[in-house]
């Protein structure tokens, strides 16, 4: 916990610095850099996770009045993802791949996602694949449900995008999931958005975690996220690099 209580007045301080009033411009294809490094504490060496993933959207995405970050979200956008990442705990790494299709279906209030993923832990490979089942019932909120290959634990999301009396935007969702162990586990995402800026939080019941993070609009369709996060695991900190384009 000390480490991420100095390390997030030091976040929050270096996403006001680089806070600009770069203008979002309409997007189609995402794609993103990310770096966590995880202190296990008592349980092993130090944690690194690298990953890289790509997003193309089967239409632009508008961004006019809206924020960047909940752009997709709120236009309903179709889209095929595909993400690549390698975890190095000591002398020991493992390999993910994994890849989605999420289509929101034209004039109705339904959403569908099918994905697939392939590991690879010290050798032993393995593939699955997963879903999620939504609506949209109301402009800017989603009820989903996630499934795998194996079956269906109780589990539902819910999401909204909103603004704030000050026209400021904001994003929020829960998570409530029933797993084998029989705790029902609670999920909070948290973002507020100011211009070219945004901060946010979340917490999961199911491993004590509590992390925040913050992010700046970069000039060319970029975005820097710092974000410190602590769970039963231990510490951990990470940056995200986003890039953004037609």
Known sequence: MRLVRNLTMGLLAVG??????ARAEDFRVQARALYD??????????????????????????????????AAFIARS???????ARIEIGDADADAFSANVGFHFPNSIFFARLGVVQTDISGDDDTSWNGTLGIVPIPR????????EDGWDPNLTARYAGQFANAHWYGASITLSDPDDGDT???????????????????????????????????HGFALL??????????????????RDL
Do not use: Q
Not at 16 to 21: A, G, N, R
Not at 194 to 215: C, P
Not at 233 to 238: C, L, S
């Open 16 to 21: 006001c610095l680089l806070t600009t009033t």
């Open 37 to 70: 490094k995880i202190d296990l504490e008592d349980i092993g060496p130090d944690a690194e996770i690298m990953s890289v993933e790509g997003t193309f959207y089967f239409k632009p995405v508008p961004t006019d009045g809206v924020p960047v970050g909940e």
């Open 78 to 84: 179709s889209y095929v993802d595909a993400h690549a």
């Open 141 to 148: 909120l989603f009820f989903g449900t996630d499934f795998t």
């Open 185 to 219: 586990n609670l999920g909070l995402e948290f973002d507020y958005y100011l211009t070219g800026f945004k901060v946010g939080a979340s917490y999961g019941s199911g491993t004590d975690l509590f992390g925040i993070r913050a992010e700046a609009a970069l000039p």
């Open 226 to 243: 710092g974000r410190v996060y602590t769970d039963d695991a231990g510490d951990g900190v990470g940056v995200t690099l986003t890039w």
